[in-house]
């Protein structure tokens, strides 16, 4: 269990998306960490949530009573088992809040078993047509594109009443949440930072209630008596002091994930690039902040390479993650070039918007720096849509300053990757 030592707010009040900085003190704990490393936290469901659909499955007298799980002797089921994640003996209210994700998108296999419970024909013919072939439109409109959980379609399904055992059957285990480390530890043993957006999901389409993302609103409210915001709203500036004396530790479950690759490269001189928009900053704080710990260490005759990072938010004075720190990572030489974009903010037309568009601008240097000088490109931040426009914008980059083929721009693309200099640390 690691200590929280602190919860930052990172972004003005009026900003589109809240950020929160957390320290966590590691000092008794086993976890020893890299810059650049990711780790899990294991986060419970919401109590909220979880009592309404205990309610809505009309066991709330029922729920802290502890039960036994076992195999039906006659099941015809091949590969019969009670599900490993589920304590046994264990009371159903500790099942939907620490081992079962009640905010999966129900699955088709889902549906067809909720069928033979429903009552009402005309919900029965509705669940009919979710799951199946010729209903695949609507179940990708309706239930995997909303985000609707197993209370929503419930809730929607009244005369629908599945038995507890179907439910712990098919639900799937609740993830532990993958986060960045924000920090080095070699400039701060026995601490490790990470920052995340809090997740708002709006009532609607579905979603019966105004829901928080499980991990992020529970890290939101179980921090918030050790909360502070920046003075004044000026991001980066200067930060209330708040004293823990007296108040209760807030301790949370964590864990490193293996595999890690997301590193600085073993020799500092070697050129890096970062592109990390929002909080896809993280890890490259901790790199930073590692280069810092270096060139404080370095040896006469040693250099650090240079190091350019691309960072995008909506608005400079709103949602500017680390802006002081960055900024004093530039001024040191730290970082060799600070290339912020913001896509919200009145701007000249040609400025930047997005980090693409930032490195657009700089092609001719940027490729220079990957081409002839071996610089190893890190991406950090969202899989879907910004992984995927970084990589379209160095193909158009290459086919600019290169001349390559959209064909050929690729395959160097693919060989960065196969020889590990293009590493992405993203997510869905």
């Known amino acids: 269990m690691a200590t929280v030592v602190s919860a930052t707010r990172l972004t ?41 659909l205990i309610k809505r499955l009309n066991f709330l007298d029922k729920a802290d009573q502890p039960f036994l799980m076992s195999v039906t002797e006659c099941t015809k089921k091949k590969n019969a088992h009670i599900p490993d994640f589920i304590p046994n003996p264990c009371t159903i209210r500790h099942a939907f809040r620490t081992c079962i994700d009640i905010r999966a998108a129900p699955k088709k296999a889902f549906l067809r078993t909720l069928v033979e419970y429903t009552e009402k024909q005309s919900e029965k013919r509705r669940l009919q047509e979710l799951c199946s072939r010729q209903g695949t439109e609507d179940y990708a409109k309706y239930i995997r594109e909303t985000g609707v959980t197993l209370l929503d379609i419930l809730s929607a399904f009244p005369s629908c009443h599945p038995p ?34 809090i997740v708002e999901i709006p009532k609607g389409e579905g979603r019966i209630t105004d829901r928080r993302g499980v991990c992020t609103g529970w890290l939101d409210e179980i921090t918030g008596c050790l909360q502070h915001s920046l003075i004044n709203n000026c991001l980066g500036i200067a930060l209330k002091n708040v004293s823990l004396v007296d108040k209760p530790k807030t301790q949370i479950p964590i864990f490193m994930r293996t595999s890690q690759h997301f590193r600085l490269p073993a020799d500092p001189s070697v050129p890096i690039v970062m592109i990390g928009p929002g909080t896809g900053v993280a890890p490259f704080i901790g790199f930073l902040q590692h280069r810092l710990h270096l060139k404080q260490a370095l040896t006469e005759g040693c250099e650090l390479g240079p190091a350019w990072l691309f960072f995008g938010c909506r608005h400079k004075d709103r949602d500017y993650l680390y802006r002081q720190q960055l900024e004093e990572f530039r001024s040191s030489q730290v970082l060799s070039k600070l290339l912020v974009s913001f896509s919200r903010d009145s701007q000249p037309t040609l400025a930047p ?10 092609a001719t240097e940027l490729v220079q720096l ?41 395959a160097y693309m693919m060989t960065l990757r196969l020889h590990k200099r293009y590493l992405e640390d993203v997510w869905t």
């Open 164 to 197: 507890l055992e179907r439910l712990f059957e098919l639900l799937p285990r609740l993830q532990p949440r993958p986060f960045s480390a924000a920090s080095s530890p070699q400039l701060n043993p026995g601490k490790l930072h990470f920052v995340f957006n």
């Open 12 to 52: 003005r009040d009026d900003a589109i998306k809240t950020a929160l900085d957390i320290e966590l003190d590691i000092t008794d704990t086993r976890v020893n960490y890299e810059a650049g490393d990711s780790f899990g936290v294991v986060c419970p469901n919401g109590g909220i949530e979880v009592q309404q």
């Open 370 to 410: 990957i081409t002839e000088q071996g610089a190893i490109v890190y991406v950090c931040g969202d899989a879907k849509n910004m992984a995927r426009n970084v990589n379209d914008a160095f193909i158009d980059i290459l086919n600019q300053e290169k001349g390559m083929t959209v064909e050929d721009a690729r």
């Open 353 to 362: 918007h997005y980090v693409q568009d930032n490195m657009k601008l700089h």
